[in-house]
């Protein structure tokens, strides 16, 4: 058997429509009236809203989180399974249900919260670098207060996250082929987010975590484990912590992983791993009839 890994988008790869042809299948239905029941909004309306609504934090993630949990309910339902799950930042979320760590509603109400934390964050700022100088970007982060590395995506693409003015210094600083400020709330994944970070461990104390049945890789630690308890602190420091997808990407075949499948619209991740890994075979999951028949 080809060892598989199922991997999850985050914030960014949404896309409006996703999910649609979901809304047919009658498991599926049930799910999204408990997702309506917890969220207080419906969404598949939320996902077709011509306003692009779904473009704002607060409506991103529970709408990502939904859609991809639901893919994976198809899966399973079709007797696939993972050897080895990881999420992109908001997808370590579906990772964690997809490994049965919590349950569909469990795992909800953690995004919901996060997603309104993440909203209401307004002093920071966010940039993507693609084709830059590696060693010059981390002398540069080294040598500026109030800002990190938030995603470590792959060789030739990272977002840095910190203060306006630490981020645009940055910018200036480092020579890249692109330099791209992104239209997010704040400077996720960097200590900026503390206080976010304390207001939702609150919410995180009263889910319970079982023990995965395939192991995790986390964005704070790309080390493989199913320890529910561990896997709850590694969640503990996402907030603030740097994505290390590119070390996620290093470990697939490192582990014996030799397709990895990326599960929800878009195909980012599986771009940001053929430029890592590129002995890898990648497939993508966007819509229903994409499913294995």
């Known amino acids: 058997m080809t060892k598989t890994a199922w991997v999850f988008p985050g914030q960014g790869s949404q896309a409006i429509g996703m999910g649609s042809d979901l809304v047919a299948l009658p498991e599926a239905k049930a799910k999204f009236e408990q997702a309506e029941h917890i969220l207080g909004w419906s969404v598949p309306e939320l996902c077709q809203s011509a306003d692009d609504q779904l473009s704002r934090t607060l409506y991103t993630q529970p709408c990502l989180y939904v859609v991809e949990s639901l893919l994976v309910d198809q899966l399973q339902a079709r007797g696939q399974h993972p050897d080895l799950v990881a999420g992109h930042s908001l997808g370590e979320y579906v990772a964690l249900y997809a490994a049965g760590v919590f349950d569909f509603a469990a795992g909800l109400q953690l995004v919901k919260r996060r997603a309104e934390l993440m909203d209401q ?33 792959n ?16 910018l200036s600083s480092v020579k890249a082929k692109r330099g791209v400020k992104l239209n997010v709330s704040g400077a996720f994944h960097s200590p900026l987010m503390a206080d976010a970070a304390k207001e939702f461990q609150a919410v995180l104390d009263t889910v319970a975590f079982q ?10 630690d790309p080390t493989p484990t199913t320890d529910a308890e561990l896997l709850k602190q590694r969640l503990t420091q996402q907030m603030t912590g740097s994505v290390r997808w ?30 890592t890994s590129p002995s890898l075979a990648l497939e993508n999951i966007t819509a229903v009839a994409e499913l294995p028949q």
């Open 121 to 153: 964050a307004s002093d920071g700022m966010m940039a993507a670098l693609i084709g830059f100088d590696r060693d010059q970007l981390d002398t540069q982060l080294q040598q500026t207060a109030d800002v990190v590395l938030a995603n470590d995506n």
């Open 155 to 170: 060789s030739g693409q990272v977002v840095i996250s910190g203060t306006p003015a630490a981020v645009e210094s940055v």
């Open 211 to 220: 023990a995965a049945k395939v192991p995790v890789l986390s964005n704070v």
């Open 246 to 275: 590119r070390e996620i990407s290093l470990q697939f075949p490192e582990l014996g992983i030799e397709r990895v499948i990326e599960i929800g619209p878009g195909k980012v991740l599986t771009g940001l791993i053929k430029r």
